[in-house]
């Protein structure tokens, strides 16, 4: 399969490069919020990148759901997509549903990803998430994109964690013109380093691409209030995030994306726990 970025949409005039981009972590397509996800997943500040990193659901919280918007992608103000999210966790077990919709005069995306996480042990977690997205535009055949993502983090001790990831999206039009997988492998390490700072850093070892990797920080500032920042190789982007706890309840974040080649992808949302 041709690992380059294609055109996969055109809408009125504006061309979109919105491809199943070899090497990205939740750039795979249009309705997936564009974030930095490391192995672990300690970093994350954001409860919206449990479909790429399914462990995450796992550390403890209360029943949530959260819905937010991406105003722009890419610098695309068409591009605004709406997406919805539901957790619940068990002794034994946590579960997520993250559907995204983007509706246009003459492009249609929508994405449904279901996630689970358990605990094998006291230090070994695992994860997965299925995800499915169905895309057409006016004149095309549609784009049907089915992802796997699987995850396993272990932690050597309450302040060290290590982790392996990988992911598999599968891509094939209705017409059977074209169809292939692109896969990325990730390893990682986590550390807390004090002072509610926490740091990860991942290899990132994409298939028939250069290695890459990611290096990310969380700042916990207060215990209601984080930072984050992020930078990745493969592919290569930058990103900050912020969350609020404005009360026991209710959860804002913020979150802004850059690629280097595709732009700038801000994200806003509120997340409510019961």
């Given at each position: 399969m041709d690992c380059t970025p294609k055109i996969l949409r055109c809408c009125g005039i504006c061309c979109m490069a919105l491809v199943v981009e070899t090497g990205a972590w939740g750039q795979t397509v249009v309705t997936t919020p564009a974030a930095i996800v490391t192995a672990t997943g300690r970093t994350l500040v954001t409860p919206f990148a449990d479909a790429v990193a399914p462990v995450a659901i796992?550390?403890?919280?209360?029943?949530?759901?959260?819905?937010?918007?991406?105003?722009?992608?890419?610098?695309?103000?068409?591009?605004?997509?709406?997406?919805?999210?539901?957790?619940?966790?068990?002794?034994?077990?946590?579960?997520?549903?993250?559907?995204?919709?983007?509706?246009?005069?003459?492009?249609?995306?929508?994405?449904?990803?279901?996630?689970?996480?358990?605990?094998?042990?006291?230090?070994?977690?695992?994860?997965?998430?299925?995800?499915?997205?169905?895309?057409?535009?006016?004149?095309?055949?549609?784009?049907?994109?089915?992802?796997?993502?699987?995850?396993?983090?272990?932690?050597?001790?309450?302040?060290?964690?290590?982790?392996?990831?990988?992911?598999?999206?599968?891509?094939?039009?209705?017409?059977?013109?074209?169809?292939?997988?692109?896969?990325?492998?990730?390893?990682?390490?986590?550390?807390?380093?004090?002072?509610?700072?926490?740091?990860?850093?991942?290899?990132?070892?994409?298939?028939?691409l250069p290695t890459g990797f990611v290096v990310a920080l969380r700042w916990d500032v207060l215990e209601m209030l984080r930072f984050r920042v992020a930078y990745c190789t493969v592919p290569q982007s930058a990103e900050v995030s912020t969350r609020l706890d404005a009360s026991s309840s209710l959860a804002l974040v913020a979150t802004i994306h850059y690629h280097l080649s595709l732009g700038v992808s801000p994200t806003i949302g509120i997340g409510y726990r019961w």
């Open positions: 796992a550390a403890p919280h209360r029943p949530d759901i959260a819905t937010w918007v991406v105003p722009s992608r890419f610098g695309i103000s068409q591009l605004q997509t709406v997406h919805g999210q539901a957790r619940y966790q068990t002794d034994a077990w946590s579960g997520a549903l993250i559907v995204g919709a983007l509706g246009m005069e003459q492009y249609t995306e929508i994405s449904i990803a279901a996630a689970g996480a358990v605990a094998l042990s006291d230090a070994l977690v695992a994860g997965a998430t299925f995800s499915y997205t169905f895309a057409r535009a006016r004149g095309f055949a549609a784009e049907h994109l089915v992802t796997v993502n699987a995850q396993m983090v272990f932690a050597l001790d309450t302040l060290t964690a290590i982790a392996a990831t990988g992911i598999n999206v599968g891509q094939a039009e209705r017409a059977a013109s074209s169809a292939g997988a692109l896969s990325q492998f990730r390893l990682g390490i986590s550390r807390a380093l004090g002072d509610g700072l926490a740091m990860d850093a991942d290899i990132a070892l994409p298939l028939r």
